[in-house]
C-alpha cells in the first residue's frame, strides 16, 4: 500500500493571498470570530517571531504595524469553497480519497511506478488551479505520511519515502514527540523509555511495554511506523451531531435579535444536515452572556424532540424559537449562541409520523431553496426570520470579498 497525504501550507493565509497578490512576500495574519486572537500566520509571519496562535489581537497590533503584516478577518465562506476546490482536484487522482480536515486529505497512490512525478503533477494542478500551494507527502502508512508531509514542508512541498531505507533515513532525523497521534504527555514517556526519535520508537522490542503504556493506540502508531497499515483510507463518515455556534459582535440583550440569531444559525446547521442527505430528531438551542465581564452570568439550553427525523428549515426554525423563548432570560446581555442537532440518521432510515400530528416536511421548498443558494451563492435566498440587518453579527472589520461564492464581489479583471 502506498498512501500520500496531500497538506494545504498556512491554508487561510493561502486562500487570501491567492486574491491578493499585493500581499505575496508579506506576513499575513488571520484572526478569529470577533477579530479577537489571532489563528493562524502565513510562512513570513512565523519567520520573524510575529506571535502565537490564540495570541490577542490588541497585543499584536503593535508589532503589526512595524512589520507591514496584512491582516484579515475570518472568511470561513471563502476558505470552505476553497477546500471544495482542493479535494475536487485531488478526487480526480484517486477512488480513495479520505477528507481528513479543511486543509488536508489522505489519497491512495497505489500503482504509480514514479511516485515523485505523480506527487509533483497533483501539487502543480492544485497551485495552478487555485492559487494555493500544498506539501505532499508519500509513504506506506498514514503516520509514515504524515512524517513524509512534514518533512515535505522543509523540502520544496514534496517527500517521497517508500523504501526501508529512505524511512529508516527520515525517522532517525524526526523527533518522536513530533509524530502525528504522540501528544506532549505521551512523549514525555516514551523519553523515559529512551525513545527520542521516531526511529527509536520503531525499533524499541518490548511490544508489552508499549501496549501498557500508550494502550492500543501507541501500539497502533507503532506498527504504522514499521510500515503495517493499521489506519486505512477511510470514506469520509456522516457526522452525528451538528452544530452551528457564534459569538456575537456585541452583547445582544433583545430578544428578537437573539430569534434571528438563532434561525440564522439554525438555517445553516440545516443545509449542513441535507448535504450529509440526514434528518435529526434532536435539536437544542443554547445562549449565554459574556464570561469576560463583571455581570450576572447566566447560560441556558434547551432541547426540542422531533417525532419524526427532519431536515426542514422553516420547522426547525420554528422549534428553535420555542426552545429560545423557554429559555430566554430577560435584561441579560447574550455574548454567545448556538444550535446543535442530534439524533442524526440517514434520510432513507427516518422513521415516520404514522398519527400525523407533526406537519411533514416540505422538501419542495428545501430543494428549491438549496439549489437556488448552491447556484448563486449562499444566503442568496433565506427565511424572513434571519432579518436583514444583523445587529448581533460578528465583528470583522478586516474582512474580504467572498470572491468564490458571491456574484456581486467577484474580481474585477
Known amino acids: 500500500m502506498t498512501i500520500g497525504l496531500v497538506d494545504c501550507n498556512s491554508f487561510y493565509c493561502s486562500c487570501e493571498r491567492a486574491f491578493n497578490p499585493k500581499t505575496r512576500g508579506r506576513p499575513i495574519l488571520v484572526l478569529s470570530n470577533n477579530d479577537g486572537t489571532a489563528i493562524a500566520y502565513s510562512r513570513e509571519a512565523k519567520a520573524i517571531g510575529l506571535g502565537t496562535v490564540f495570541e490577542p489581537f490588541f497585543e499584536l497590533e503593535k508589532r503589526i504595524k512595524k ?3 496584512a491582516v484579515f478577518s475570518s472568511n470561513y465562506a471563502l476558505y470552505n469553497s476553497m477546500s471544495r476546490r482542493v479535494m475536487t482536484i485531488l478526487d480526480r487522482y484517486t477512488s480513495d480519497l479520505e477528507i481528513y480536515s479543511v486543509d ?10 514514479d511516485l515523485m512525478a505523480h506527487a509533483k503533477k497533483i501539487r502543480t494542478d492544485i497551485l495552478k488551479s487555485t492559487g494555493i500551494p500544498v506539501g505532499v507527502g508519500v509513504s506506506k502508512t498514514k503516520v509514515l505520511a504524515k512524517i ?3 518533512m515535505a514542508k522543509k523540502n520544496k512541498g514534496l517527500w517521497i519515502m517508500n523504501t526501508d531505507r529512505e524511512i529508516d533515513e527520515t525517522l532517525k532525523q524526526f523527533p518522536v514527540r513530533d509524530i502525528w ?3 506532549s504527555s505521551t512523549a514525555a514517556k516514551l523519553e523515559k523509555l529512551k525513545i527520542y526519535t521516531a526511529y527509536d520508537f520503531k525499533m524499541f522490542k518490548n511490544d508489552n511495554v508499549i501496549q501498557k ?4 493506540t501507541g501500539r497502533e502508531i507503532q506498527e504504522e511506523l514499521r510500515g503495517v497499515s493499521c489506519l486505512a483510507v477511510e470514506e469520509l463518515e456522516d457526522k452525528v451531531n451538528i452544530a452551528t455556534t457564534r459569538s456575537f459582535g456585541k452583547d445582544t440583550y433583545s430578544k428578537a435579535e437573539l430569534r434571528e440569531a438563532i434561525a440564522s444559525f439554525t438555517t445553516v446547521t440545516a443545509e449542513k444536515l441535507r448535504a450529509q442527505k440526514s434528518v435529526c430528531y434532536g435539536l437544542s438551542v443554547f445562549i449565554h452572556t459574556n464570561a469576560h465581564k463583571s455581570m450576572e452570568q447566566y447560560y441556558g439550553s434547551g432541547h426540542h424532540t422531533f417525532i419524526s427525523g427532519t431536515c426542514d428549515t422553516v420547522k426547525m426554525i420554528k422549534a428553535a424559537w420555542e426552545v429560545l423563548d423557554k429559555i430566554y432570560k430577560p435584561g441579560m446581555g447574550y455574548k454567545k449562541g448556538g444550535v446543535i442537532l442530534s439524533h442524526i440518521v440517514p434520510k432513507n432510515e427516518n422513521q415516520m409520523d404514522l398519527l400525523g400530528s407533526e406537519s411533514s416536511d416540505n422538501e419542495k421548498l428545501t430543494n428549491v431553496m438549496d439549489l437556488i443558494n448552491n447556484r448563486f451563492g449562499p444566503k442568496t435566498i433565506k427565511s424572513a426570520a434571519c432579518g436583514i440587518e444583523h445587529a448581533w453579527k460578528l465583528r470583522a472589520d478586516y474582512i474580504s470579498k467572498r470572491y468564490t461564492t ?6 474585477t479583471i
Do not use: C, Q, Y
Request: charged fraction near 15%; charge should be negative.
Open 148 to 150: 513524509a508531509n512534514r
Open 213 to 216: 503504556v500508550l494502550t492500543k
Open 104 to 113: 488536508e486529505a489522505f489519497l491512495s497512490m497505489d500503482g504509480h511506478p
Open 67 to 69: 512589520t507591514n503584516t
Open 181 to 183: 497521534g504522540v501528544g
Open 406 to 411: 458571491n456574484w456581486n464581489e467577484i474580481l
